[in-house]
């Protein structure tokens, strides 16, 4: 019995060395995203304003995903750098994300846009409204349910689950979830959606309304340009119940200011106010004059300077970035290819440690 014990024993010791062998090989071809340095000054972009940043690459980002070898692989599977739009308008594009978070002592309801950036059903959004899709993997404060709407009003569509949300994130913002009125800056505030099932138990479509996106750095002349803003502003829903119709809407606005998180680059930018700017349209696209995402609203602005609705948005090249040093892959690469089985690892990989950091938070509010 011993002797074919060792014989087992070495038939699977062989097998995962050359399955290990194989995957590393395979890798070599494709290699992940090089991290962009952020020591390059565009004297164009020298003179914008810095806002204070709360991370550090080398000390609080974690390289869980960059070390997992099985998210790596998952993330070359059909993975392109080419994610090809199916429309250009923002009000088909966008969805509504709803999530009720129900406990012993209060119903909260959190509502927040998303728009679609693949025709393979990835939403992004931001991950102060995607971080509850986390608590639906837990009952230890109470019960989460979260689904994605669309239309005008919008209505009950998908369900959908975490393909990607900012580890660095979480940690920065994990106390701040049972805060009714949030704040941040913005940086590396975004998550990626996967949508996976309808609600009525109807076929997904064959392909959804995605947006063009525009990764690259934004320039210091693009202040003063006129942008198109999308979202599902929510005052009305906030202060009557969440059945209250509530109807996507865009807006022309113009991009005011260009600040930077000391990478130098064009991180966030500010715009003037319209009637996007309110609650529920975090998570909205702004689009350039060519119809191409650039940004995603984050934070309410500056209404003094900026006019009463005042937003910041995120820049795509911020996120494109960010995402880059977090995963080992672009922003792109991060949207494509097999999409349930990256979900898949994500939520073997990262949710249980990421709900952790969640509930761990709360309980220090308690």
Known sequence: MQFLIHIVTGILTAYLSFTNFLALEIMQFIEPEPIPESTTVDANNSDMTTLPSNYSYANIIPDVLIKSQAYQQAALIGSTEMVNATTNDPLVAIVNIICIFTTQKYIRTTTGTGFFVSPDGVILTNAHVAQFFLLENTDTFGDTECIVRSGS?????YTAELLYISPAWIQEHA????????????????????????????????????????????????????????????????????????????????????????????????????????????????????????????????????????????????????????????????????????????????????????????????
Do not use: W
Not at 153 to 157: C, D, L
């Open 153 to 157: 009003p919008a209505s009950p569509k």
């Open 175 to 366: 106390t701040l979830i049972d805060d009714p009125t949030p704040s941040g800056t913005g940086e590396r505030d975004y998550a990626l959606l996967y949508v996976n099932a309808t609600i009525d138990g109807t076929p997904l479509p064959a392909t959804f309304p995605a947006l063009s996106t525009n990764t690259e750095l934004l320039p210091r002349s693009v202040t003063g340009s006129v942008v198109i803003a999308a979202g599902y502003p929510a005052e009305s829903l906030l202060a009557n119940g969440v059945d209250t119709d509530l109807f996507p809407r865009e807006a022309t606005s113009t991009i005011t200011e260009l600040y930077t998180f000391g990478s130098n680059y064009a991180d966030i930018f500010s715009i003037t106010g319209s009637a996007i700017g309110e609650h529920g349209s975090s998570g909205g696209p702004i689009l350039s004059n060519n119809g191409s995402v650039i940004g995603m609203i984050t934070t309410k602005g500056d209404d003094v300077r900026d006019g009463v609705g005042s937003l910041r948005a995120i820049t795509l090249s911020h996120i494109n970035r960010t995402i880059t040093e977090e995963t080992g892959f672009s922003f792109a690469r991060n949207v494509s290819g097999n999409l349930p089985y990256r979900s898949k690892i994500f939520t073997e990989t990262l949710v249980p440690f990421l709900t952790k950091i969640l509930e761990d938070g709360s309980q220090e509010n308690i």
